[in-house]
């Protein structure tokens, strides 16, 4: 299993930027891909962003050409680096790990969540 510690939400001006940060810890060598998923009041979790393994990234068309996923595999860490935020991408933002249980199957994990908010 793998623990995920998320950092670095908060409260940023339309037009700012914010980093978020993703540690994992446990049995990284386990973990597939990992990515953002954002939760809005009211509204479902929807994705954000994902990086693979190997380092192939997928993003929501809503935040692309503005968010960019990364990761650091010595530190097993991914960012996300939000830039012309907005108030429409406030929201709660978690961290995901999809986890190899066994060779034909996975699990998600999540982390605790970190608020952002973009004040108009």
């Known amino acids: 299993q793998v623990q995920l510690v998320e950092s670095g939400g908060g409260l940023v001006q339309a037009g700012g930027s914010l980093r978020l940060s993703c540690a994992a810890s446990?049995?990284?060598?386990?973990?597939?891909?990992m990515g953002w998923y954002r939760q809005a009041p009211g509204k479902q979790r929807e994705l954000a962003a994902t990086i693979t393994s190997g380092g192939s990234t997928n993003y929501a068309d809503s935040v692309k050409g503005r968010f960019t996923i990364s990761r650091d595999a010595a530190k097993n860490t991914v960012y996300l680096q939000m830039n012309s935020l907005k108030p429409e991408d406030t929201a709660v933002y978690y961290c995901n790990a999809d986890y190899r249980t066994t060779p034909w199957g996975t699990r998600d994990y999540w982390g605790q969540g970190t608020q952002v908010t973009v004040s108009s």
């Open positions: 446990g049995s990284t060598s386990r973990i597939n891909s």
